[in-house]
């Protein structure tokens, strides 16, 4: 939308380069630039070329996909993007080669084969937070390790959505059947 002249401008898979229509999630990162995930690809729109770049899939962290269906864009504090996905897990964006490589976390979680994630919260101290069908998880960055977080024993802890860091550093999740949970920073 051109706010001076009150117009719009529409790309699509018939006048750009996306190779899909089918828009999953749109993110404006610290730069100021603007990330698409489509239920193929992700790109970065090229205002100078008014058109989008596709970020490289690296096929061999992902078993020889060349496509990948993107669920959600973050970008951490020191502005690693991080790209979730609907069956392929997290993935992380290398700026620098525009290349987008898939994580293979630590140890063996038997969970993160099925996980479609739906929202990542980055914080302060080097933790992904990362909400999925299967659960809510914390990924830490710096040792490449995953671990559930179990919010109640009498609740199933799947189909969480969303989640919030407040003022006060307290983390609010939100779950699909059991409502809104509160993480405090001091727990």
């Known amino acids: 939308y051109n706010e001076s002249t009150g117009g719009f401008t529409t790309w699509s898979s018939a006048n750009c380069s996306l190779s899909s229509d089918t828009i999953r999630y749109i ?3 610290l730069n100021g630039v603007m ?13 100078s070329a008014q058109n989008f770049t596709k970020a490289r899939i690296d096929a061999a962290s992902f078993a020889g996909r060349t496509t990948i269906q993107i669920s959600y864009i973050s970008e951490g504090p020191d502005q690693t993007l991080w790209v979730g996905t609907w ?4 993935a992380q964006l290398d700026k620098a080669s525009n290349t987008m490589r898939k994580i293979n976390f630590r140890g063996n979680n038997p969970l993160t084969g099925t996980m479609r994630i739906r929202s990542i919260l ?5 933790f992904l ?3 999925s069908n299967v ?3 914390q990924y830490n960055t710096r040792t490449n390790s995953l671990s559930q977080v179990i919010m109640s024993s009498a609740q199933p802890n799947d189909n969480i959505y969303t989640s919030l860091k407040d003022k006060e550093g307290g983390i609010w999740i939100g779950t699909y059947f059991q409502g809104a949970y509160y993480l405090s920073p001091k727990a």
């Open 122 to 126: 980055s914080d302060s101290h080097g």
């Open 35 to 47: 990330w698409v995930g489509t239920d193929r690809e992700l790109a970065y729109f090229n205002p």
């Open 87 to 90: 069956s392929n897990g997290l």
């Open 129 to 131: 937070w990362i909400c």
């Open 135 to 137: 659960g809510l998880f």
């Open 27 to 29: 993110f404006c990162d």
